[in-house]
């Protein structure tokens, strides 16, 4: 059973596509985070949801767009991809926005060509 | 200044020896804090959480907490070559529980 499962794993798409990436967690978790690690493997934080509310949406371009239909789910669907799209997404849970640590998902590589 | 700094190494210590990672933050009213191991093309891994000053032990990590000084470290004791990996310090901060990662710190385990 895995806890916070992302699909897919990999992603090649040419620049300009519209691509979306989909997330799960089965843990019964309140909050959920988009993050993007690049190829110097620094992770930033992109988004955290709370019970299907945004409560954090950092300077990232509005080409991203997240999305949580329920507090179990919680998509990103990414406009006009960019050559410097290219990096690991990863999902994440935790239990609340309060400080727990988080449990992440097996992450998507995109690149863009 | 950076938010949340650490070495990006590589730190190479002999197995068996204890190996000791560092990290500092800049926020002084960050409040939760933890350390995540991370194996090359692999997803981080929550290993330790700490939250108040002093010291925290889970087998053989331990996890350090100074807040006054504004650092928090990770000790690994009995080290082994499956502990190299890259250990992400993160911190949350900010009014709005944002979790900030650190660079990452490589620890490579020579046999």
């Known amino acids: 059973d895995t806890a916070v499962s992302q699909t897919p794993k990999y992603l090649v798409t040419q620049m300009g596509n519209d691509k979306s990436i989909k997330c799960e967690q089965n843990?019964?978790?309140?909050?959920m985070y988009w993050y993007k690690q690049d190829s110097k493997k620094f992770l930033k934080i992109m988004f955290s949801y709370n019970n299907k509310e945004l409560i954090i949406n950092e300077t990232v371009p509005n080409r991203f767009s997240p999305k949580s239909p329920d507090k179990a789910h919680l998509n990103l669907h990414i406009n006009s991809l960019e050559l410097g799209d290219s990096a690991v997404y990863f999902c994440?849970?935790?239990?609340?926005?309060?400080?727990?640590?988080?449990?992440f998902g097996q992450g998507t590589r995109l690149t863009v060509v | 200044q950076k938010e949340v700094e650490q070495n990006s190494g590589p730190l190479s210590v002999p197995e068996g020896a204890i190996a000791s990672l560092n990290c500092t933050y800049s926020d002084r009213g960050s409040q939760s804090f933890f350390w995540y191991r991370q194996y090359s093309g692999k997803s981080p891994e929550l290993i330790m959480s700490i939250y108040s000053n002093g010291d925290k032990e889970d087998g053989r990590f331990t996890a350090q907490l100074n807040k006054a000084s504004q650092y928090v470290s990770l000790l690994i004791r009995d080290s082994q070559p499956s502990d190299s990996a890259t250990y992400l310090c993160a911190v949350i901060t900010g009014g709005y529980q944002k979790v900030t990662f650190g660079i990452g710190t490589k620890l490579q385990v020579i046999p």
């Open positions: 843990l019964g978790h309140d909050t």
């Open positions: 994440a849970s935790s239990q609340d926005h309060l400080g727990g640590g988080a449990f």
